[in-house]
């Protein structure tokens, strides 16, 4: 008696239309979250390089103030090697103090001074080179 007649179609979405768009997101989503580790491992590079260069900017000072303060002589010429710790775990800061008798030097005793950072990965990080003079 009552009968219904479905005159017009159905619209929405078919299981293989969902299937696609969710493949096609996936794909998305994963060239998106591969830029991001590559973003992130630049990020922790940078950051050993300034840490490292840090380190080495502050020996530097230190020796300066050491010839500033008590002369020459408190540059010896030698090698020291230094395992940081602390906040600088892994990195390890090495100190090359030879005599320089170039046409750089100003006076007649020269010493150059080559500061080099590497981290744990034994990746030379920074590398900094100074003169100290005796005037």
Do not use: H, K
């Not at 590079?45 to 490292?52: F, K, N």
């Not at 395992?83 to 775990?89: E, F």
């Not at 981290?119 to 005037?135: F, H, I």
């Amino acid at each position: 008696m009552f009968s219904v007649a479905i005159s017009e179609r159905q619209t929405g979405f078919s299981l293989i239309e969902l299937v696609m768009v969710i493949v096609i997101l996936a794909l998305a989503s994963l060239a998106i979250g591969t830029q991001f580790m590559q973003s992130a491992q630049s990020w922790m590079l940078d950051e050993r390089i300034q840490t490292a260069s840090q380190l080495a900017q502050a020996r530097a000072e230190q020796l300066l103030a050491d010839r500033r303060l008590n002369n020459y002589s408190a540059v010896p010429a030698g090698t020291t090697s230094e395992t940081l710790a602390g906040n600088y775990t892994g990195y390890t800061r090495t100190t090359v103090v030879s005599a320089y008798a170039g046409a750089a030097c100003p006076v007649a005793d020269c010493r150059q001074v080559v500061i080099t950072v590497t981290d744990a990965d034994a990746q030379v990080r920074a590398e900094t080179t100074l003169m100290v003079a005796n005037y």
